[in-house]
Every structure is written in structure tokens, then in C-alpha cells.
């Protein structure tokens, strides 16, 4: 069981780049979710999506589009790549209880992105 | 929206001594997660607290949750270097939990 998978692990960019960063999990969760993870600021939230079809902005959404066509994949893409944008990027997904709230997540490994 | 803050943001300890990290919230949390991040790994679950005033154990840590579901902490008795790594709290009740900053802890041999 590969719980969530992230593609890839590491990436440097030029400024102006685009590129998709990978995401998939194979538990059959409804709920699933970007994060970008920068020292000293803790997990934010870029975009999120509540089940195929369904996404929705974080509290960092800027740059950065989403797509959920099937429950398994949530790929984040970087429209134009900005040196800001250099960060660990974390997916993860979570099933939802009976009142709809997500419950524990599971995160992927990670990927390190640079732009430079 | 839903903010939590978490403090401190890094703790250093001998080994053996003991660690608390608090988070606070500004509005009443339906749920409390708690995860450990090891330096250079991803964010693991450690537990969830949902019942006002309730204490869970895990070996030598201990959660607790408020009694007015503001505030919750994660104690850990007699740190050993093992423990090193980021605390992160998340307040539930949403699709999606929001994170504190974490507690970076920091144990020296």
C-alpha cells in the first residue's frame, strides 16, 4: 500500500518555468491537499479539493492552479516559477467522518523545489 | 477564518528533561490533531483529541485539550534524542485542518 505519492522529489526551476508537481493516493480518499512548507511558517495551505471535480483556494493560492479529474491524482501546477516559489511542497489526503470533516492526514514525501 | 497559534517556536532541552508545546486558538475547535515532523521527513499523525477536557497518553507523551476546546498541549516526559523533530497542532472541523507553526525541538546529548 503507497499511501500518497509525490513526484518529483527534487526540482530546481528557472524563473519563468512551468512545471507540475505529482501527487496520487491509492487509500480512496474524498479529501486532498497542496501545502507549501517554508522555515519558521509552519504548513500553508495552498489549494484543496473535497473529491473529483471539487477544488478550492488556500491561504497561499497564488501561482498555483489545481485539477481533480479522478480521486486518485491532484497535480499542482506552477504556471510562471518565481524565486518566492522555492519552498518543500507537501501533498496529503484525508477521508472525511460522517460530519464531512476531515479526519488524519496522510502526507507524501515531499518535494523540494528551487527556483532560481 | 480559523487561525491557531502554537508556541514556542523552538525549544532546546538536555536529554531527559522535560517538553511542553501549547496551541491556541481564537475560536472554539470542534477537533485537535497532532503531528511529528523528523528533520527532513514529511508531517506523521500523531493524534486526534475531540472530547472537551480529554487526556490522551502515547508512552511519554501526553495531549490534552481544553475544557472550552480553545487550547490544547503536548507534554513529553524525559525527551529523549529520538524526539527531535517539529510538533505541529491542527484544529479540525473543517474539510481541511489548520496548521500551527510547530515547535521545533532541539535535544542534546
Known amino acids: 500500500n503507497a499511501g500518497v505519492t509525490q513526484t518529483p522529489k527534487f526540482q530546481v526551476l528557472k524563473t519563468g518555468q512551468s512545471m507540475t508537481l505529482q501527487c496520487a493516493q491509492d487509500m480512496n480518499h474524498e479529501y486532498m491537499s497542496w501545502y507549501r512548507q517554508d522555515p519558521g511558517m509552519g504548513l500553508r495551505l495552498i489549494h484543496y479539493s473535497v473529491g473529483a471535480g471539487i477544488t478550492d483556494q488556500g491561504e497561499v493560492p497564488n501561482g498555483y492552479n489545481v485539477s481533480r479529474s479522478t480521486t486518485e491524482d491532484f497535480p499542482l501546477r506552477l504556471l510562471s516559477a518565481a524565486p518566492s516559489q522555492t519552498s518543500v511542497y507537501f501533498c496529503?489526503?484525508?477521508?472525511?467522518?460522517?460530519?464531512?470533516?476531515?479526519?488524519?492526514?496522510?502526507f507524501g514525501q515531499g518535494t523540494r523545489l528551487t527556483v532560481v | 477564518g480559523q487561525q491557531v497559534m502554537q508556541i514556542p517556536q523552538y525549544q532546546h532541552v538536555q536529554e531527559g528533561e522535560d517538553f511542553t508545546t501549547y496551541c491556541n486558538s481564537s475560536t472554539t475547535l470542534s477537533n485537535i490533531q497532532w503531528y511529528k515532523q523528523r528533520p527532513g521527513g514529511h508531517p506523521v499523525f500523531l493524534i486526534q483529541l475531540v472530547k472537551s477536557g480529554e487526556v490522551k497518553k502515547q508512552k511519554r507523551l501526553t495531549f490534552q485539550f481544553g475544557e472550552a476546546k480553545k487550547n490544547s498541549s503536548l507534554h513529553i516526559t524525559a525527551t529523549q534524542t529520538t524526539d527531535v523533530g517539529t510538533y505541529f497542532c491542527a484544529g479540525g472541523g473543517s474539510y481541511i485542518p489548520t496548521f500551527g507553526r510547530g515547535t521545533s525541538l532541539i535535544v542534546h546529548p
Open positions: 496529503a489526503s484525508s477521508y472525511s467522518n460522517r460530519n464531512n470533516w476531515g479526519t488524519e492526514a496522510f
